[in-house]
Every structure is written in structure tokens, then in C-alpha cells.
């Protein structure tokens, strides 16, 4: 994932033996409660600014909480601070992402894109080919956020044209975004999650291609049966869908050098702000020497002049803009007008709003020591060493379900849990690729993680749209549990006389 350019490794964990589990878990129901209903009665339209309002109505009853067991406003607004202040990178790369898709758009190249993907990708192979090509670009660039904003709109967008729910293709545009995520030696939680645990990067990386290499085969399996059995309708109307994108745009494949030099600034290790702001600006300028046409329909303005060419820049960079597609066939210019939108930056300040108000509730949660308090309950449900398993998976869920991030996900039960890995005698890696495997993945599945939100908002695809497909996501936790109960490379940090309750060496 991109990073928020803080340093999660000096993350303090906040007890209060003040706060018993129950008093924890108050904020908790209460939020799951409300989110539900909420979601009933406003459907798909929940995230638009009720959902927002009711993490602010969760995070007042955790302080409610906090009051009653001696927490002072002040260190609450102090840790919430705390928390706003670690998405600010989330926050700036967010909004170059909207610019991005507006200048990509207008430039021609997601077209482009769409267009020259429809001539190799058949709706078969389709959801198939959508991980590998994701996983390959993570991989490189080590980063779900970036391949998500790329290659993932384009993929969006091709899926369109050949009547493929977008659902479907979002899932699997992160299952395969979220393999190269884990394994990468680019990606930040890859580093955190060893660094956390007590080891080192490519120890970390290699014990866990034990359990991600067989989800990803599944996960593959799982893309390539639904691409046999899904009924699509656009596949006979590609040439139709090209004939229009030729039509709309002056496509042509000089226009891939744009993606070509993000992925490859992200490569470099140059910052991904950076790399999108770049992505942007280089966008612009094929944008004035491809598309000067439709730069000037998006300026508003009548003739062509630097005005206008200014003017068309800006709107596509801040605003939302629509191209109008050009065909005889009314369904092609309906179906490619909801493709030809551009974001702008202004249509990510919705998910901005949602990771604001998620980062309030997650820091008054923290604040209150409801955080820690959970992980310490499930850390003392189970004995056994397939319990500390289990326990190290659910507060992975739990924390990136109560506080909206994925760092905190692998800080908290990693610093929580180091001490009881090595206690039952199991090597450090075993809790890195735990804390990966439950704390990096699951993210993307809740609508209001820092995760969740981003590639909901990106990609144009709600949370409960594409959580059912993103398959990786699911079984990755699934996986980590099978390989501990039935004791598959579970490395002992020291050999120890076999019982019932250790596992034997690698």
C-alpha cells in the first residue's frame, strides 16, 4: 500500500486498566449497529455522507466510554490529532489519483488503454488476466495503491465494453493488487509487518510465499471458473465499442509512455506523489498535442487559445468532466458515457470526508485503550498455539474493522503478540506472515478502512459491490489458520521436546 510517511514502528500502544473488554466492545456494536441500519435505509447512496456521520456518532460514544474510565478529553483530541495527522500521504495521493484519472482521461490514454485491451483480452480470460496483470505491476511497484489508480481504472473500463460486472472485475483487480502488495520488497507493509515481529525483510517475504503462492493459485482458479460460467453480453459489440473510442479520441500507443513512466518512477523508489503528480503534468501535455479538440470542448469556451487550453487542463484536473462518445448505436453512447467520465480531484473529497471521520473514531478508540484492551482479550481466549493463531488473525480483522487502518492493523497485535510467539517457542516470522496474511488483505473489504475507501473511490466500485469477489482478500486469512492447525511450516524459534501444544521443526 502507499505509504503514510510517519514512522508506525515508534506506534505507542495505549492500555488503560481502567477499560474492561465489554466497555471496549460498547463503541463497537454500537457502530455496527448503526452502520447497518443506516445502510438499509440509504443503500449504496450510505457512503455519500451518513456513513461519515454515523463513525462521528461511534467515535462520541467511545469517548463517553473514555470519560467514565478517566480519559481526558484532551488525550483524545491529542491521538485523534495523531491519527489525522498519519493519512495525510493518503490524503495528498488521493487527490492526485482524482487529477490523474481526469488528465488520463482527457488525454486519451484510459481509452487508449480500454481500446488496445479489447483486441487481447476476451471475456473469458478476462478476470483471469486482470490478477495477473495486477500482481505483476504490485509487484514492481509494490504499492495496490498505484496499480489500482493505473492499470486497475483501465481494467474498469475494458470490463465495461465487454459487459463484465464491474464487481467482479474489482475483485479481482485487487486480489491480484494485494498479492504483489505482500510480496514485495518495495511495499511498506511488507517492510512493517517483519519489523513489527522481530525479523527480517526477505526472511519474512520467503516464509510467506508458503501460504500466499497456493491463495493466489486458488484465488486464479477461482477467476478463470467464474470466466467460464459468467454470461457477458458485450463481447460481440467490441468492434463497436473501438470504432467510437477511434471516433472520440486520437488514440495511439505513444500514449502508453504516460503509465510507462509512472510504474517505472515508482519502481525508481521515487515517491508516489511524486510519481502521480509527474503522471499528471505528462498527462496534460499529450493531452494539448493528442486531444486538443476535446480539451477545448472541456474548457467551455467557443475557440482555441491558451486560455482555453489552460482552462480545459484545470477542469479535467479538479472537476469532474465528461466526454461525449461519438457512434450511430444509442447503447454504445450510453454504456461508453459512464466510462468517459473523469474524476478530478473534487470527486475524491468524498472518500477523503469517510477517512477523516473513520481516523476520529479510530483514534478516540485508541485513546480510550479499547484497541489494546481487545487484542489482550482475544490474546487470553486460546492456549494453544493454533489459539494464538487464531487470536493474532482476529485482531488483525478487529483493528482494521474499529480503527479504520491498515498500519494499526500490524502495529498493535505485532507489538502485542511478539512476546507470546516467542513464549510458545515459534519463530518471529510465523507472527510477520500472520500479521500479513489477516492485517494487510482484509483492509480493503471494510467500506470505512483508510483501504477500503481508497480503492471503493478509485475504482468507482462500492466495498459491498466487489467484497464478495475480491477473493485473495478472503482467503488469505483462511489460509494462514489451515497451515497452523495443521502445523505446515510453522518454524520453532528453538527445538523443544514435542507435545501436544508445540509444533514440530520446519
Same mark, same amino acid.
Given at each position: 500500500?502507499?505509504?503514510?510517511?510517519?514512522?508506525?514502528?515508534?506506534?505507542?500502544?495505549?492500555?488503560?486498566?481502567?477499560?474492561?473488554?465489554?466497555?471496549?466492545?460498547?463503541?463497537?456494536?454500537?457502530?455496527?449497529?448503526?452502520?447497518?441500519?443506516?445502510?438499509?435505509?440509504? &443503500?449504496?447512496?450510505?457512503? &455519500?455522507?451518513?456513513?461519515?456521520?454515523?463513525?462521528?456518532?461511534?467515535?462520541?460514544?467511545?469517548?463517553? @466510554?473514555?470519560?467514565?474510565?478517566?480519559?481526558?478529553?484532551?488525550?483524545?483530541?491529542?491521538?485523534?490529532?495523531?491519527?489525522?495527522?498519519?493519512?495525510?500521504?493518503?490524503?495528498?495521493?488521493?487527490?492526485?489519483?482524482?487529477?490523474?484519472?481526469?488528465?488520463?482521461?482527457?488525454? &486519451?490514454?484510459?481509452?487508449?488503454?480500454?481500446?488496445?485491451?479489447?483486441?487481447?483480452?476476451?471475456?473469458?480470460?478476462?478476470?483471469?488476466?486482470?490478477?495477473?496483470?495486477?500482481?505483476?505491476?504490485?509487484?514492481?511497484?509494490?504499492?495496490?495503491?498505484?496499480?489500482?489508480?493505473?492499470?486497475?481504472?483501465?481494467?474498469?473500463?475494458?470490463?465495461?465494453?465487454?459487459?463484465?460486472?464491474?464487481?467482479?472485475?474489482?475483485?479481482?483487480?485487487?486480489?491480484?493488487?494485494?498479492?504483489?502488495?505482500?510480496?514485495?520488497?518495495?511495499?511498506?507493509?511488507?517492510?512493517?509487518?517483519?519489523?513489527?515481529? &522481530?525479523?527480517?525483510?526477505?526472511?519474512?517475504?520467503?516464509?510467506?510465499?508458503?501460504?500466499?503462492?497456493?491463495?493466489?493459485?486458488?484465488?486464479?482458479?477461482?477467476?478463470?471458473?467464474?470466466?467460464?460460467?459468467?454470461?457477458?453480453?458485450?463481447?460481440?459489440?467490441?468492434?463497436?465499442?473501438?470504432?467510437?473510442?477511434?471516433?472520440?479520441?486520437?488514440?495511439?500507443?505513444?500514449?502508453?509512455?504516460?503509465?510507462?513512466?509512472?510504474?517505472?518512477?515508482?519502481?525508481?523508489?521515487?515517491?508516489?506523489?511524486?510519481?502521480?503528480?509527474?503522471?499528471?503534468?505528462?498527462?496534460?501535455?499529450?493531452?494539448?498535442?493528442?486531444?486538443?479538440?476535446?480539451?477545448?470542448?472541456?474548457?467551455?469556451?467557443?475557440?482555441?487559445?491558451?486560455?482555453?487550453?489552460?482552462?480545459?487542463?484545470?477542469?479535467?484536473?479538479?472537476?469532474?468532466?465528461?466526454?461525449?462518445?461519438?457512434?450511430?448505436?444509442?447503447?454504445?453512447?450510453?454504456?461508453?458515457?459512464?466510462?468517459?467520465?473523469?474524476?478530478?480531484?473534487?470527486?475524491?473529497?468524498?472518500?477523503?470526508?469517510?477517512?477523516?471521520?473513520?481516523?476520529?473514531?479510530?483514534? @478516540?478508540?485508541?485513546?480510550?485503550?479499547?484497541?489494546?484492551?481487545?487484542?489482550?482479550?482475544?490474546?487470553?481466549?486460546?492456549?494453544?498455539?493454533?489459539?494464538?493463531?487464531?487470536?493474532?488473525?482476529?485482531?488483525?480483522?478487529?483493528?482494521?474493522?474499529?480503527?479504520?487502518?491498515?498500519?494499526?492493523?500490524? @502495529? @498493535?497485535?505485532?507489538?502485542?503478540?511478539?512476546?507470546?510467539?516467542?513464549?510458545?517457542?515459534?519463530?518471529?516470522?510465523?507472527?510477520?506472515?500472520?500479521?500479513?496474511?489477516?492485517?494487510?488483505?482484509?483492509?480493503?473489504?471494510?467500506?470505512?478502512?483508510?483501504?477500503?475507501?481508497?480503492?471503493?473511490?478509485?475504482?468507482?466500485?462500492?466495498?459491498?459491490?466487489?467484497?464478495?469477489?475480491?477473493?485473495?482478500?478472503?482467503?488469505?486469512?483462511?489460509?494462514?489458520?489451515?497451515?497452523?492447525?495443521?502445523?505446515?511450516?510453522?518454524?520453532?524459534?528453538?527445538?523443544?521436546?514435542?507435545?501436544?501444544?508445540?509444533?514440530?521443526?520446519?
Amino acid at each position: 500500500m502507499e505509504s503514510q510517511n510517519i514512522n508506525q514502528e515508534d506506534e505507542k500502544i495505549i492500555i488503560n486498566q481502567e477499560l474492561n473488554i465489554w466497555e471496549a466492545l460498547i463503541p463497537v456494536i454500537a457502530l455496527v449497529g448503526l452502520l447497518a441500519y443506516n445502510v438499509f435505509v440509504f &443503500g449504496d447512496s450510505a457512503l &455519500g455522507g451518513s456513513n461519515q456521520f454515523i463513525l462521528i456518532i461511534g467515535a462520541a460514544i467511545a469517548a463517553i @466510554v473514555g470519560f467514565k474510565n478517566k480519559v481526558s478529553y484532551k488525550s483524545m483530541v491529542e491521538e485523534v490529532a495523531q491519527n489525522l495527522k498519519s493519512t495525510t500521504g493518503a490524503i495528498l495521493i488521493l487527490l492526485m489519483v482524482g487529477a490523474l484519472a481526469g488528465t488520463w482521461l482527457v488525454s &486519451g490514454i484510459i481509452p487508449t488503454m480500454i481500446y488496445y485491451g479489447l483486441d487481447i483480452l476476451n471475456p473469458t480470460i478476462f478476470l483471469a488476466a486482470c490478477v495477473i496483470i495486477c500482481a505483476v505491476i504490485s509487484v514492481a511497484t509494490g504499492s495496490s495503491w498505484t496499480t489500482s489508480a493505473t492499470v486497475g481504472i483501465a481494467l474498469i473500463g475494458i470490463a465495461g465494453a465487454l459487459g463484465i460486472s464491474p464487481g467482479m472485475t474489482a475483485g479481482a483487480v485487487l486480489s491480484g493488487a494485494y498479492f504483489g502488495d505482500k510480496l514485495s520488497p518495495l511495499s511498506d507493509t511488507t517492510n512493517l509487518a517483519p519489523a513489527m515481529a &522481530g525479523t527480517d525483510l526477505f526472511t519474512h517475504i520467503r516464509y510467506m510465499t508458503y501460504t500466499t503462492v497456493p491463495t493466489i493459485i486458488v484465488t486464479l482458479l477461482f477467476f478463470i471458473i467464474l470466466g467460464f460460467t459468467n454470461d457477458t453480453t458485450g463481447a460481440a459489440d467490441v468492434s463497436q465499442y473501438q470504432g467510437a473510442i477511434d471516433a472520440t479520441f486520437n488514440t495511439s500507443p505513444w500514449l502508453f509512455l504516460v503509465p510507462i513512466a509512472v510504474i517505472a518512477m515508482i519502481v525508481k523508489k521515487i515517491s508516489p506523489l511524486i510519481a502521480l503528480l509527474a503522471g499528471t503534468l505528462l498527462a496534460a501535455v499529450f493531452a494539448l498535442i493528442f486531444q486538443p479538440d476535446l480539451v477545448l470542448a472541456v474548457s467551455g469556451m467557443k475557440e482555441w487559445s491558451f486560455e482555453a487550453g489552460y482552462k480545459g487542463i484545470m477542469n479535467a484536473i479538479t472537476v469532474k468532466t465528461t466526454v461525449n462518445p461519438v457512434s450511430d448505436n444509442p447503447k454504445i453512447v450510453e454504456e461508453l458515457a459512464g466510462l468517459f467520465e473523469g474524476k478530478g480531484m473534487e470527486s475524491m473529497l468524498g472518500t477523503i470526508w469517510l477517512i477523516i471521520c473513520a481516523m476520529v473514531f479510530g483514534g @478516540v478508540m485508541d485513546a480510550i485503550g479499547a484497541l489494546s484492551r481487545i487484542s489482550k482479550s482475544l490474546l487470553n481466549l486460546f492456549s494453544s498455539v493454533f489459539g494464538l493463531f487464531f487470536s493474532t488473525v482476529a485482531s488483525c480483522i478487529a483493528i482494521n474493522f474499529t480503527a479504520s487502518d491498515q498500519y494499526l492493523a500490524l @502495529v @498493535v497485535p505485532g507489538k502485542m503478540y511478539e512476546k507470546a510467539y516467542r513464549e510458545k517457542g515459534l519463530a518471529p516470522e510465523n507472527l510477520s506472515r500472520t500479521l500479513e496474511d489477516s492485517g494487510t488483505v482484509t483492509s480493503v473489504l471494510i467500506p470505512w478502512n483508510t483501504c477500503g475507501a481508497y480503492h471503493s473511490g478509485t475504482l468507482g466500485v462500492s466495498v459491498l459491490d466487489y467484497a464478495i469477489y475480491a477473493m485473495f482478500s478472503w482467503l488469505s486469512p483462511i489460509m494462514t489458520l489451515i497451515f497452523a492447525a495443521f502445523s505446515i511450516k510453522i518454524k520453532q524459534l528453538v527445538t523443544k521436546t514435542p507435545t501436544l501444544d508445540t509444533i514440530g521443526e520446519e
